[in-house]
DNA sequence: TAGTGTCACAACGAAAAGTTGTGACTCGCC
DNA sequence: GGCGAGTCACAACTTTTCGTTGTGACACTA
């Protein structure tokens, strides 16, 4: 199927005419006709009633109309996506199981008529701030703060999420039916994630957690992605591992996993959305302005966060 | 844009390499390398970094991705509702504001997984159930009934909607503020419905209830469509029309029109949905489960039926 | 019946897209 | 470091597709 095709069917739909049709495509009324034919031989299905006075739809052709035109918006849609300059509102989340992702996707239907890419960008804080430096994206999450890095010139930051962090534990855990814990009853207990990689913010945030209250941060063991660690801790009575709050994680109902509050302190990892100054797209106003009413700053006492934040 | 280039694309995407999409699409990896470039070119944008070990998406081709495959999607949804032996179940509502189109919206929604195609033939019961004998649409509303007339062999008739009618009036009409009217009571005043086509069974049931009731039907005056004719009734105290308690008509809030029911006796109009018995489309029975649990059979009293109904 | 509009078919030329052949480059291994 | 195996890109050639021009069949209208 040919979208210029389909473009040409719907041109010589509203015109009741392929002579209209031809006139608006800039094309001749043969190339029309041959389009129209190409469609219906590819469709295997007769679109349209030829009479002297023009071209009625069919039955088909009045059910395939509907459709015609979506695959059109789409395909503008599409286009709309990368064609610079007029491209969809693009952020980075970073991974799409974790909070930016899930406020975005809040965002998102509170704001339908927005344009919104959502994509993960694999990158750190440098590589992350580059890309919106470059424009490639128009906004990114993470730990960053002004006060603790130097940031390019034209790039802003604000602290938009605070978010606490759980435990995750099977039911053999010694923490299964704990209301809440405190960090410093986890000392030498287990906090699995493999594949946690070195060097990342996120490995320092929890390093500095594990260093401050005697936790063992345990990276090591094949990585088998989330599924698979999620199956791990259902079944082990000594692994857990640590989420957000607002995390979504999806597992079988057989596995009786559970998120169990952390409290007195609450480690809180606070995350800041970094955008360019002078990026003038439209919808990141309203992203922010968004992000700024779900706010909700940690208290000051009673948490944990870690020195950069 | 390219349907075939974006197919490629997403091939491309999903293996990782020109190379193995290639072979998935049984074309050379050099024509991949060449769609891929084309789309790139058409787009404005990379979508590909290229590297020795295959080909990896850039951040456009992440944002791209989603919206080719919803593409894909709605191209083959396209596809399949005109394709014979496949396609869709399509449903012919004689009219998009009448009962049977505000119902199959209702359908669809309880039934978003079948695909449908709501059409209007523009026929009468016998050019429409030509139609559905041909099996160009799978069903169609009228108001025929088996007792009524000789149908072919194979096509079947069920009564799924018995709906009341209202009458229409402008703010200035001496029914404005009436709970409801009788049909005797409109005797004399005028019922407006330009463009009511004559020897049409619609024109049939409003002819018999106004000579059965002694109402005037004006069918005379220009014909400007339905939101003409909505203006002219809220602005004039004389005028009024008749439409179904389910119907659909919008209007500017400024218009203040208001529905007045009819009762003592309610005018019903009988509608049947017509079929082929052995149509062995599975989203038919579906359908008519779906119409047996919606129907509300009309009381035996205090309405009023055309003789044919 | 002549005139004017419709769309379709045929022939031709231009453009696009596919294939084959080849080269540049990267990675891993010896 | 050099070599083999993999990647993708470029060039040349062939085939197919697509748009144009020219023309014809057909229907409605005056």
Redesign the pocket.
């Known amino acids: 199927m040919?979208l210029?095709?389909v473009r040409t069917f719907v041109a010589?739909a509203d015109a009741?005419?392929?002579?209209?049709?031809?006139v608006a495509l800039?094309?001749?009324?043969?190339?029309?006709?041959?389009?129209?034919?190409?469609l219906e031989k590819d469709l295997g299905a007769r679109l349209?009633t030829?009479?002297?006075?023009?071209?009625r739809l069919t039955v088909d052709g009045q059910a395939f109309l509907p459709h015609a035109r979506e695959l059109l918006r789409v395909a503008e849609r599409a286009d709309a996506s990368v064609r610079p300059g007029r491209r969809a509102l693009r952020v980075d989340v970073v991974n799409r199981r974790i909070a930016p992702a899930v406020l975005l996707q809040d965002f998102y239907r509170r704001h339908p008529e927005i344009e919104l890419d959502v994509v993960t960008l694999d990158a750190d804080v440098d590589g992350a701030t580059a890309a919106v430096e470059a424009g490639t994206v128009d906004a990114t999450f993470h730990g960053v703060t002004v006060a603790a890095r130097h940031l390019p010139g034209a790039i802003t930051t604000a602290r938009v999420i605070d978010e606490p962090h759980q435990l995750l534990v099977g039911p053999g855990h010694p923490f299964a039916n704990a209301r809440a814990v405190m960090p410093a009853q986890l000392a030498g207990h287990r906090i699995w994630m493999p594949g946690l990689a070195p060097r990342t913010e996120v490995a320092a945030y929890y390093a500095e957690f594990a260093a401050v209250f005697g936790l063992t941060i345990d990276v090591v063991g094949p990585v088998f992605g989330n599924e698979a660690l999620l199956a791990e801790i259902a079944d082990s009575s000594a692994l857990a591992t640590l989420v957000g709050e607002s995390s979504r994680y999806l597992w079988p109902d057989s596995y009786d996993l559970r998120r169990i509050p952390v409290r007195a302190p609450a480690p809180v990892y606070p995350l800041s959305l970094i955008w360019r100054r002078d990026n003038p797209h439209p919808a990141l106003g309203t992203l922010r302005r968004y992000l700024d009413t779900r706010r909700v700053a940690a208290p000051d006492t009673g948490v944990w966060l870690p020195n950069w934040g």
């Open positions: 040919d210029d095709a010589a009741g005419q392929f002579q209209e049709a031809a800039s094309i001749t009324q043969q190339a029309v006709s041959k389009r129209v034919a190409a349209f030829r009479t002297a006075r023009g071209a």
